[in-house]
Structures are given as structure tokens and as C-alpha cells.
């Protein structure tokens, strides 16, 4: 069974950058769409990036397109997300997923493993 852990989340002020990374091990990486999704104190989780499983396609959410980028390295089994622009709005734990198959998708019910997260705070 593969397991996802994220890493490189911290504090950074607003209009800083950030980059967090997301290692899979144990099971299949390169041939599954990944994405990544954030919870912000008392909202649901969203959707933030999704990329396919070669890379080719990505799928952003309004409110990042533009300041953050996902890519992957499917040789080292490790996705990304490259944040700028970093907004007090974009403060949230930041988790990346394995979808069930190889298309980007926003909806969160396509994707069926789970890291535990990484926190992000943007101070203003």
C-alpha cells in the first residue's frame, strides 16, 4: 500500500514563496494523477492542483492559478507545489492525494490516498 508524506511547510510572510513536497513509498506513484487539497481552520478541504500521471496536464483552483505550480518527478516518486504570492488566505494544511486514476481531477472522491498533511501560515 502506498503511503504519501509531505514536507517543506512552515511560516512565510505574505508575497513570500514556498515549496512543499510530497514523497510516495510502499505502492504505484508514476501511473496515477496526483493532486493537492488544503483545510483552512473551520472550512472544508478543497481542492488546490491536480496534475496527470505523466505530467502533461494540470488543473489549478481559480484562487491559485497563476502563483502555484504542480509538477511531479516520477523517477523519485515525488510530487510538488510551488507557492508565490503567498496570501494569509492560503494559511491551511496542505495535503497531497493519489487519485484513482490518471486523469487531473478537482473532485475529492476520486482520490483514494491520503497523506497526513503539512501546515502552512502565511502571516500578513
Known amino acids: 500500500q502506498v503511503q504519501l508524506a509531505e514536507s517543506g511547510g512552515g511560516l512565510v510572510q505574505a508575497g513570500g514563496s514556498q515549496g512543499l513536497s510530497c514523497a510516495a513509498s510502499?505502492?504505484?506513484?508514476?501511473?496515477?494523477?496526483m493532486g493537492w487539497f488544503r483545510q483552512a481552520p473551520g472550512k472544508e478541504r478543497e481542492f488546490v492542483a491536480a496534475i496527470t500521471w505523466r505530467g502533461g496536464t494540470t488543473v489549478y483552483a481559480d484562487s491559485v492559478k497563476g502563483r502555484f505550480t504542480i509538477s511531479r518527478d516520477n523517477a523519485k516518486n515525488t510530487l510538488y507545489l510551488r507557492m508565490n504570492s503567498l496570501k494569509p488566505e492560503d494559511t491551511a494544511l496542505y495535503y497531497c492525494?493519489?487519485?484513482?486514476?490518471?486523469?487531473?481531477?478537482?473532485?475529492?472522491?476520486?482520490?483514494?490516498?491520503w497523506g497526513q498533511g503539512t501546515q502552512v501560515t502565511v502571516s500578513s
Open positions: 492525494a493519489r487519485a484513482a486514476g490518471r486523469a487531473a481531477t478537482m473532485r475529492e472522491s476520486e482520490y483514494n490516498v
Open positions: 510502499g505502492g504505484s506513484f508514476g501511473i496515477y494523477a
